[in-house]
């Protein structure tokens, strides 16, 4: 199975141990960034996991930022992505059983490793058993997404905004 994982610079030691973790498990890996600690946005490397899942170069995706928040929401706004921002095993357990979340979002500053563990097991393990009711949601959820050309995989999307980060009008 592969995975895409994703972060902001606020997490990316979490980012990296977890990355390791999932190769030790035998998972593939696509590492969507960021790779340092210089200051940017979660919302493109949120974006950028999400293409990879909704693309189907990846099964399923893992974005983190400092609360998980801010990540969970970029990636979700991609068309085709069922995201779940959590922070308990019910909840990762019920997004992919029911729901068959594409993408698990947690706060990468506020979950402790071993709960982060766990709800990553959690996602890579549990499997879609939908009710038909189940269907019938995810199909209306699903319908309510929009895919706009103009911004799938464009890498200048963002353009406009990582210059103002360069100069200094972006603050954590
Ligand atoms: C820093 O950009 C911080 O806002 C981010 O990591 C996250 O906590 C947002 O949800």
Redesign the pocket.
């Known amino acids: 199975m592969k995975i895409a994982v994703a972060c902001?610079h606020?997490?990316t030691d979490r980012k990296n141990y977890l990355v390791n973790y999932l190769k030790e498990k035998g998972y593939e890996v696509i590492d969507c960034g960021t790779y340092d600690k210089e200051r940017t946005?979660?919302a493109i490397y949120g974006k950028k996991a999400a293409e990879k899942v909704v693309s189907k170069e990846a099964d399923l995706g893992i974005v983190l930022?400092?609360?998980?928040?801010?990540?969970t929401a970029s990636a979700t706004k991609v068309a085709g992505t069922r995201t779940v921002l959590a922070r308990d095993i019910s909840t990762v357990a019920y997004a992919r059983k029911h729901l068959n979340a594409n993408i698990l979002g947690f706060?990468g500053?506020i979950t402790g490793v071993g709960l982060m563990e766990n709800m990553v097991e959690t996602f890579l393990d549990t499997k879609f058993e939908p009710t038909n009711e189940d269907l019938e949601v995810i199909k209306k959820l699903d319908s309510i997404a929009v895919t706009r050309e103009d911004q799938f995989k464009n890498e200048h999307f963002f353009d406009e905004f990582l210059e103002k980060w360069d100069k200094g009008e972006y603050h954590?």
């Open positions: 902001d606020i997490v946005h979660y930022c400092g609360t998980g928040v801010g990540i706060g500053r954590d």
